[in-house]
């Protein structure tokens, strides 16, 4: 079994990228590889008060295994990123998540970045696209 952890804070960079909606959480990026299969989960870290995340119900410690009904599963952290900026705002995402023995289906309408978000957004874009340069 291969476990594999990426940490992503929703923050990216290139001129030329949209800015993608903001959900408001933190999270960990995990894979975990059993058999030859591959499968991917968020592990929610903090959720920002009053933000999208928490007006939809998420909490720390949940986990997201899905996204518009399809399973969370990206090559790297990069791949994870390009995923979620394709989230625009105002766009509403559902997730499944895992809490505790529960699954429970949730809906987080993602909201637009303010400025000081969408700069940290483009520093932590650049910074992933520096770090999977070989």
Same mark, same amino acid.
């Given at each position: &079994? *291969?476990?594999?952890?990426?940490?992503?804070?929703?923050?990216?960079?290139?001129?030329?990228?949209?800015?993608?909606?903001?959900?408001?959480?933190?999270?960990?990026?995990?894979?975990?590889?059993?058999?030859?299969?591959?499968?991917?989960?968020?592990?929610?870290?903090? !959720?920002?008060?009053?933000?999208?995340?928490? *007006?939809?119900?998420?909490?720390?410690? #949940?986990? /997201?295994?899905?996204? #518009?009904? *399809?399973?969370?599963?990206?090559?790297?952290?990069?791949? &994870?990123?390009?995923?979620?900026?394709?989230?625009?705002?105002?766009?509403? /995402?559902?997730?499944? !998540?895992?809490?505790?023995?529960?699954?429970?289906?949730?809906?987080?309408?993602?909201?637009? &970045?303010?400025?000081?978000?969408?700069?940290?957004?483009?520093?932590?874009?650049?910074?992933?696209?520096?770090?999977?340069?070989?």
């Amino acid at each position: &079994m *291969k476990l594999s952890i990426a940490f992503f804070t929703i923050v990216l960079a290139a001129a030329n990228v949209p800015t993608p909606g903001w959900l408001g959480m933190g999270y960990v990026y995990r894979t975990r590889t059993d058999a030859g299969r591959t499968t991917g989960w968020l592990q929610i870290l903090n !959720v920002e008060p009053n933000g999208p995340a928490a *007006k939809g119900g998420l909490r720390a410690r #949940d986990i /997201v295994t899905h996204l #518009d009904g *399809k399973p969370l599963v990206a090559r790297d952290q990069l791949a &994870m990123i390009q995923l979620l900026r394709r989230i625009r705002p105002g766009q509403r /995402v559902r997730l499944s !998540v895992r809490r505790g023995e529960n699954t429970i289906p949730m809906v987080v309408t993602a909201a637009p &970045m303010n400025g000081a978000q969408e700069r940290l957004w483009r520093e932590g874009l650049e910074y992933e696209q520096q770090r999977a340069k070989p």
